[in-house]
């Protein structure tokens, strides 16, 4: 099969890196129709984001993001509408991961349905949400609802809006307690990684030696990707900051006297961690 | 531990403090929605006076003891009158509860429990609460790269986040992180958790206030805790969950016709973020002039009660304001004019009504409370309380389709938060409108 080098700018909902590469193919030349794609996930992946991207024989493009649990992962993908027709590549944004595209059995579907949707940066403003033999959870929640209408308006002999408000409480229950499931396998995530959580695991190790290394020192960073900014930010708040220019006139007269950054060039690394250097600036000649 | 002890003393003094400005206004006895009014009114005061406090080149720390000690003195000198209006409760209240109402209970009781695991072992983690408000909390707690000098560039820690996003949580927390000695990622989200606490507890209080039914006020209750964007804000260090707990106590302080404790609670609003002032302030004044307009009371009467809960919803956040408006300090980062975008109705519609972030609650709070018109425009308070709501959904509709937050609408992102601020009120719309209907066991409720 053929790989495929794939470069996505800044999607909404990953702002993790400003460009990903999504070049590890799973499979190709393969009907989209009623299938899953099944993963096998390595235990060092999980709780990490995958970007995941096809191309059909239209020459239409998508990719969708999920976050991944060791083992087999299941991915629904039947409710994308691109997710149709002959795809002819698909492939994924990380290494080491096989995977396969089948029609789900039940037991799949279940588990489908108990995927949990773990945290990411983007679960402040947006719940995935949980699909069930393909159909949208929200869709099913209406037909319960509708459901239950006749049956508290006819058979318990509630009146009409009685029916309706208790329709709703019942499948809102119903709703709550999938997320109840989801609430501890979130739990069950962040305990199996040390309450740390992507994209921050073993960060902290960096924020620590920065921490020792500026001291009482002013300090600055280069755009670190994504989040990255606001976590080395927030936890080094305390020490002096002064933000990074790029005309070195328009910089602070005190001075920098740390960077944190990706790209240290000729400049003296005194630690790093996790591809961010922490770089001792020069001091000025008298 | 000591974090802890702090946060549970700084809720007692904030309480003795709010307590004692809502004994000179409450009307009513032994409402449950007055002990949260006087948690969520003592904030907002308290961090107001510390932020005056600083401005006049106080430390936090004295800053807080004198706040602390205002608490104290108008605590005590208020106690008597404190006690006939506070609620009492009992744990034989407890005891008759039916099968559901204790699956209610506990659904509620997970939720929080949650929140607060989330917020014990769980760092910092979105990208807002690291940089506008814990961010420049911290900043002001570290004392290096914050000033309230417009002509520094550590200006209101806007290195950090927005320095135009208002102080009320920013300086709760450095408060907090100064009693403690140290900052921790406790006190850095912790007021999240006691906005998700009042939220639930103000829906549930404030549907037993007019109801007088319980399993009304549990299911009310749950229904908002429930709401899936509420599992992470509870413990994230946001501040939407604080708007939306500020505008929940003051539909309750509306339903009492308490203007001035309407006002105070709307003020908590725009001192902790921006909408407050944009959207809450004016949609409560729409919805009580609606309530003036049909009330049997004379003219001098109805301008009074507006010129109240204006007065009172501006004068806490005033110097708030004119700080801001002598350093030129804007509402928005972002300068924005009125661009209508064609797709926006349906993206609005979609994130709304078609979103796993809400999932079926936003279709059937809105088709409730339109299929229940024909009740609550017969009543002057559910109409109040319904305006209120339908101002407040317009007014995001206009923000998300034709201002820069369009992109907002467009990404998915801020757009679920921002609607996320109105499910309080929505729930308790619903629930009047269906007590309305004559399901309510009590006679003795407050309708008008």
Redesign the interface.
Known sequence: MKGLLWSFLTL?AI?ILAQVSINHPIASNFSAAGTVLELNVPAQYNGSSLLIGWVNTQGQQSAIETSLQSGKHLVELRNNPLWQGTIQTLAISLPGITGTVKKPSFGDEISLFLNPDL?T??????????SLFSV???YI??GI?FLLIPVFYFLQKM?F??A??LS??V???L??LR??AN?VAV?QN?RAND???AP?VGMQTLIDKADQNIGEASWSQEALPG?YH??T??NL???????FRKKPRLQ?KKGIQYILTQDPKNRQVVDSHAGIAIVKTKKKKK | MLTFLIFLIHILLNTLLGAGIVSFFQDSKNENSYLLESFAIGFVLETILIFILLLSGLSLMVSFLIASGLALILGGLRFQKIKTFLPKFSFSDLKNLKIYEWILVALVVEKIGFAFWQLAKTPTYFDDALTHWSGRARALFGGINWSFDASVQEFLGSQFGNKEYPLGVIIRRATDATLNGSWNEFIARSDSFLFFILIIFGVGSIIYQFSKTRWMALAGAFVVSAIPLHFYHAAAGYVDIGVEAFAVLAIGALLRKEWILTGLLIAGTMWVKNDGLVLFFPAFLGGIALFQLFADNSWKEKIKSLAQYSFAAFVPVLPWIIFRSLHNVGISPIKSGFVWHSDAPSLFLQSVFNSPSSSIFWLFCTLFIIGTAPIWLKDKMGRSIAIIFILLLSAMFVLFSCTNAYVFLQNQTTIHRSIMQLAGIAIIVVFYAYFLMGFSKSKNTVID
Request: hydrophobic letters at 45%.
């Open positions: 909404f702002p945290q940066p983007r679960s402040i403003n947006f719940i995935n949400g949980y949208k959870w929200s929640l209406y609802l009146t809006l009685k309706i408000l709703f409480l499948a809102w229950v709703f709550d997320n109840v609430h739990q962040i309450f740390q959580i921050f989040v606001s976590y930010q927030y708040a305390e020490k002096s900051y002064i933000r602070d």
